[in-house]
């Protein structure tokens, strides 16, 4: 089945700076990558998602960059704010399948 | 749209008990999901349900057991509850497309105590 590893597990930035989370997957069959933010006390909330036919793609501040040979992909936010502050998951559906895995989250904080 | 609504918001239990925690979406989608949420181990998997009329187990589905009452409806279920199941609680829904896989969409959570 699929296993999806998630780095860092916790991430403290500056104000302005960018943030980058990486994740890698096992299953060579997934193709679809979402990204998950959480709130404190909320539910997660998707954020960006990328497809195994490509390589990069962005939303504002937000991009999430894919490398299938590597089996991991990664979200970088740029130009941080304190309401960026939240965990983030990432996640692969394992392939052929309804199931989704998640990493075990990344708690970023971003400091005013 | 109401999206994926969770009831109850928060319950406590003591062990021994039983409860069922549902789960409704008016998206008219296809799959649904049991997760909990433990402090440093992400979203686990309980158990899904692919489609209606099926089920298969997760990751823990130990301890407990699930119904695909209708499309819209998907029940979790703690015949005997245990202090290792204090966990908060997380349904979603989803659905397949000629695309592929689409995102999950999350309720709001069932904060459970078990005493």
């Known amino acids: 089945g699929e296993n999806v590893e998630q780095h860092p597990s916790t991430l403290s930035v500056q104000e302005g700076d960018s943030a980058v989370i990486k994740c890698t997957y096992s299953?060579?069959?997934?193709?679809?990558f979402p990204w998950y933010k959480q709130e404190l006390g909320k539910r997660p909330q998707l954020i960006i998602d990328?497809?195994?036919?490509?390589g990069e793609k962005k939303d504002q501040r937000i991009a999430v960059t894919l490398n299938k040979t590597a089996k991991h992909f990664s979200l970088h936010i740029t130009e941080t704010q304190p309401e960026d502050s939240a965990v983030y998951f990432c996640?692969?559906?394992?392939?052929?399948?309804?199931?989704?895995?998640f990493g075990k989250g990344t708690k970023l904080t971003v400091n005013p | 749209n109401a999206g994926v609504t969770q009831t109850p918001k928060f319950q406590v239990l003591k062990t021994g008990q039983s409860m069922t925690l549902q789960c409704a979406q008016d998206m008219n989608h296809n799959s649904m999901y049991w997760y909990r949420q433990d402090p440093g181990m992400g979203l686990r998997l309980i158990y899904y349900s692919a489609s209606e009329g099926t089920t298969d187990k997760g990751e823990v589905p130990n301890g407990y057991n699930v119904s695909r009452l209708n499309k819209r409806e998907f029940s979790l279920r703690l015949e005997s509850a245990a202090p290792s199941q204090t966990s908060v609680y997380f349904c979603?829904?989803?659905?397949?497309?000629?695309?592929?896989?689409?995102?999950?969409?999350f309720g709001d959570g069932t904060r459970l105590s078990i005493l």
């Open positions: 996640a692969a559906y394992q392939g052929g399948s309804e199931k989704l895995v």
């Open positions: 990328i497809r195994s036919n490509v």
């Open positions: 299953d060579s069959a997934s193709n679809y």
């Open positions: 979603a829904s989803s659905t397949t497309t000629s695309v592929g896989n689409q995102p999950q969409h």
